[in-house]
């Protein structure tokens, strides 16, 4: 399955960036990618379901978007029905996703409710021939599956809590979808399960999940649904050293660790390519210049993008300035 996201005029590009983040990274069959243009919409308060699907239909003409793929946009625009999302009986491709008023019920940033909803709109529309199948499809009692049908948002919660699939629902699945795009499903949908409790603060019961270096030294977190966590070499480098040491480093002291990230950095690149590179990680070990900060940060910002603010300060590189760095994890 693939889906083209398209941003409402009313839609900040930041939540908008991510949700495409957080569905594009748990790695597999389904691909999600977004469309950087924001999209003027009608001036109107309310929204009818024919003026958003009308804009779809225009968008996947005007990108030449294959009939396959699915098409959604954004906006905080409430419509006629005050659906959190819906897609058009007509062409069951395009969809909306209301991407407002979230956080006040649901106390989770707005991106992991829409990316849930996308998910959810994306996989009905394999479990149903008409609209018709969709009512009967939907249950009104909620279960905690993707299919329960809520009607305040705050019910919500719930089903993205389960993050589950009820058999029923899962026997229609399988008619409709390969195992790998099943799986993927579900890693998605439980890397929004645990975003979202660390996001309403609910970490108190769950453990962070260790990291896992893997043979081919991709950094993984395999229990938030196989999550990659993508880096440039560098990052990378600099990041399993620190893995290496749990009591911490010092920024200056990182010139002692030089040969170290030699090592590190030749275990995982092309051979040769050191070369070029040491030049990069002798600046990174030079206490008076910024590239070290600069890299930390962005490692910081990566796994905040990735986890959320909250689950991500276990795993980021962090300490006060002039002070050991470390990664809480490790200890
Ligand atoms: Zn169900």
Same mark, same amino acid.
């Given at each position: 399955?693939?889906?083209?996201?398209?941003?409402?005029?009313? =839609?900040?590009?930041?939540?908008?960036? %991510?949700? &495409?983040?957080?569905?594009?990274? =748990? *790695?597999?069959?389904?691909? /999600?990618?977004?469309?950087?243009?924001?999209?003027?919409?009608?001036?109107?308060? =309310?929204?009818?379901?024919?003026?958003? /699907?009308?804009?779809?239909?225009?968008?996947?003409?005007?990108?030449?978007?294959?009939?396959?793929?699915?098409?959604?946009?954004?906006?905080?625009?409430?419509?006629?029905?005050?659906?959190?999302?819906?897609?058009? $009986?007509?062409?069951?491709?395009?969809?909306?996703?209301?991407?407002?008023?979230?956080?006040?019920?649901i106390?989770?940033?707005?991106?992991?409710?829409?990316?849930?909803?996308? $998910?959810?709109?994306?996989? @009905?529309?394999?479990? $149903? +021939?008409?609209?018709?199948?969709? =009512?009967?499809?939907?249950?009104?009692?909620?279960?905690g599956?993707?299919?329960?049908?809520?009607?305040?948002?705050?019910?919500v919660i719930l089903k993205m809590r389960t993050a589950d699939?009820?058999?029923?629902?899962?026997?229609?699945?399988?008619?409709?979808?390969?195992?790998?795009?099943?799986?993927?499903? /579900?890693?998605?949908?439980? %890397?929004l399960r645990i975003?979202m409790l660390?996001?309403q603060?609910m970490?108190? #019961?769950?453990?962070?999940?260790?990291?896992?270096?893997?043979?081919?030294?991709?950094?993984?977190?395999?229990?938030?649904? @196989?999550?990659?966590?993508?880096?440039?070499?560098?990052?990378?480098?600099?990041?399993?050293?620190?893995?290496?040491?749990?009591?911490?480093?010092?920024?200056?002291?990182?010139?002692? #660790?030089?040969?170290?990230?030699?090592?590190?950095? %030749?275990?995982?690149?092309?051979?040769?390519?050191?070369?070029?590179?040491?030049?990069?990680?002798?600046?990174?070990?030079?206490?008076? *210049?910024? %590239?070290?900060?600069?890299?930390? *940060?962005? &490692?910081?910002?990566?796994?905040?993008? +990735?986890?959320?603010?909250?689950?991500?300060?276990?795993?980021?590189?962090?300490?006060?300035?002039?002070?050991?760095?470390?990664?809480?994890?490790?200890?």
């Amino acid at each position: 399955m693939k889906a083209t996201l398209f941003r409402g005029e009313d =839609v900040s590009n930041e939540t908008f960036e %991510s949700v &495409i983040h957080l569905l594009q990274s =748990v *790695s597999g069959m389904c691909r /999600f990618s977004g469309m950087d243009e924001s999209i003027p919409l009608p001036e109107k308060p =309310v929204l009818s379901w024919s003026e958003l /699907f009308d804009i779809c239909k225009k968008l996947r003409i005007n990108h030449s978007i294959p009939e396959d793929t699915f098409i959604f946009l954004l906006t905080q625009k409430p419509n006629f029905n005050n659906f959190f999302g819906y897609l058009d $009986v007509n062409n069951p491709t395009n969809g909306f996703v209301h991407a407002g008023d979230w956080e006040r019920f649901i106390h989770c940033p707005t991106e992991l409710p829409v990316a849930y909803h996308i $998910v959810a709109l994306m996989i @009905q529309k394999q479990m $149903v +021939n008409n609209e018709k199948e969709l =009512v009967n499809l939907l249950h009104r009692e909620p279960i905690g599956c993707v299919n329960d049908y809520c009607q305040n948002k705050k019910d919500v919660i719930l089903k993205m809590r389960t993050a589950d699939i009820c058999p029923t629902c899962m026997e229609r699945l399988t008619l409709k979808l390969s195992p790998p795009v099943i799986n993927h499903i /579900f890693e998605i949908l439980e %890397s929004l399960r645990i975003k979202m409790l660390f996001a309403q603060n609910m970490r108190q #019961h769950l453990k962070p999940s260790p990291i896992l270096i893997t043979t081919d030294y991709k950094i993984m977190i395999p229990d938030y649904g @196989q999550l990659e966590l993508r880096m440039t070499p560098l990052e990378k480098a600099l990041y399993m050293l620190f893995l290496k040491y749990p009591e911490g480093i010092h920024l200056t002291d990182l010139i002692n #660790h030089k040969q170290e990230l030699y090592d590190i950095y %030749s275990s995982f690149s092309p051979l040769g390519s050191l070369t070029e590179m040491k030049q990069s990680i002798d600046d990174m070990c030079n206490a008076l *210049s910024n %590239s070290a900060s600069e890299k930390i *940060s962005k &490692i910081k910002l990566n796994f905040e993008k +990735n986890l959320g603010k909250e689950l991500a300060k276990y795993y980021y590189i962090k300490g006060a300035r002039g002070e050991r760095k470390r990664i809480d994890l490790c200890n």
